[in-house]
């Protein structure tokens, strides 16, 4: 079980940001596909945003709002999110796939992730 760690949830105003993290401390990832997923209560979980090789990927709720990134040196996938509304409250969740993923019809099913953090709770007040 490869062990991510989100942190960098929190509460927060309407229009305000938070900046997430998620750590790989198990092994090298520069080569795997990282993702964010979230899940409101009573609602199914659901794509945010993917990165793998040259390709970046959003859901169109969070487009031109969020930003992923990866610090390879580090292990370290970020998801910077700004203007941050009140259906943006969830947990967050990393997520790491063994490969690369190709096409973005892969990059949004959480099953062809592997490997799931435990989650880190986004609140946004209105």
């Known amino acids: 079980q490869v062990p991510l760690v989100e942190s960098g949830g929190g509460l927060v105003q309407a229009g305000g940001s938070l900046n997430l993290t998620c750590i790989d401390s198990g092994r090298t990832f520069n080569t795997h596909t990282m993702g964010w997923f979230r899940q409101a209560p009573g609602k199914e979980r659901e794509f945010v945003a993917a990165t793998g090789g040259s390709v970046t990927y959003y859901a169109d709720s969070v487009k031109g709002r969020f930003t992923i990134s990866r610090d390879n040196a580090k292990n370290a996938v970020l998801l910077q999110m700004n203007h941050l509304k009140s259906e943006d409250t969830a947990v967050y969740y990393c997520?790491?796939?063994?490969?690369?993923?190709?096409?973005?019809?892969?990059?949004?099913?959480?099953?062809?992730?592997?490997?799931w953090g435990q989650g880190t709770q986004v609140t946004v007040s209105s």
């Open positions: 997520a790491e796939s063994r490969s690369l993923l190709i096409g973005t019809s892969l990059l949004v099913q959480s099953d062809e992730y592997d490997y």
